[in-house]
């Protein structure tokens, strides 16, 4: 009998994100379908199944429903499975990475390596509600080929991508638009641009659009979503705090940042827009110890670059079930929580009152 999972779907990335465990699912023969929440665009294909209401998920009743965002409908059958929306790169520098916040909504959590599984291990230790299980991110699955394949050759025209994240504070692209023009004009490089599907100042988006509808070397990436494809495209990364940076890493290609929250050794980080080009500069010459660097950055946050992540996470699932489920620490009642979304969704409160 086929198995049925569910992929919860709250923000655009999600997709990415989701795909390779999608082809992992077909392999093993059993059926996936995604439901996607009202304010998220809907980039499903024509052969991927769309649930389009809650009472065509609890008909599909799936054995486990997984989300890259930070919350999930309790209400939804199945194991509740966490795959991140990214790595735990602390982006704001706060004391407290939001990466690590315990919500209660997850009966699964899928760590990516070292830098996600130590801390949430001992997550589990303290609430006992969940079960941690390091299985890596199945959107590293994509990156795999194209790690093996990765070479120092550049394109015959260097290429910068150019994303930045959508986080107020600390996105790059008000301050760089003057310097980046300027390169677009002088130097001999391709130009791809991206923005974080979250990115809202729209007076922004719509210069850096226009600088590459007058530029034949700058190309505007319009959706935001990036993948292994978009990512292999450039031969250097330019970007301030995204978690892009170590999915552009996996890839052995360096990134610059400006005014990078957490700098280390694996980035060129400048914080003067006159030290840009010099930065890339450098970067395009993929110097050694640098690279060195890269590899083992990348290595603490993603300990799992064979391809199998995906297969981990199925394995996970059914560990939980066999041996856990039913089993752990009831999770926190989180009623207004719960509310709010039963409220946004129009689903029955009263009736919802049974699942908790």
Known sequence: MKKHYLFFVSVAYSYPILRPLQEEIWRRGDEVAWFIEPDCPVMLEKNEKWMQTVQEVMDYHPIAVFAPGNYIYDFFPGVKVSLFHGYPINKRGDEKDDHFSIRGWFDIYCTQGESSTLPFKEFERKYGFFKVYETGWCKADSFVKRHMQASSILHERPVVLYSSTFTKNITSAPYLF??????????????????????????????????????????????????????????????????????????????????????????????????????????LTRPADLMKEIRAYVGRHEAHLDGESSSRILDAVNNYIWYFQGKTRTKPWNLVRKFKLRWRLGYPLVSSLGVW
């Open 178 to 283: 003057d310097t980046i023009t300027r390169l677009v004009q002088e130097k001999n490089w391709d130009w791809i641009i991206s923005f974080h599907p979250k990115y809202s100042d729209l007076e922004v988006l719509r210069k850096y659009k226009k600088l590459a509808d007058t530029y034949s070397n700058v190309v505007f990436h319009k959706d935001g979503i990036v993948d292994a494809e978009l990512l292999d495209s450039a031969d250097i990364l330019l970007s301030d705090a995204s978690s892009v940076i170590v999915e552009f890493m996996m890839l052995d290609k360096p990134v610059v940042t400006y005014c990078n929250t957490m700098p280390g050794a694996h980035l060129l980080n400048v914080t003067n827009v006159n030290a840009l080009e010099s930065a890339l500069e450098n970067a």
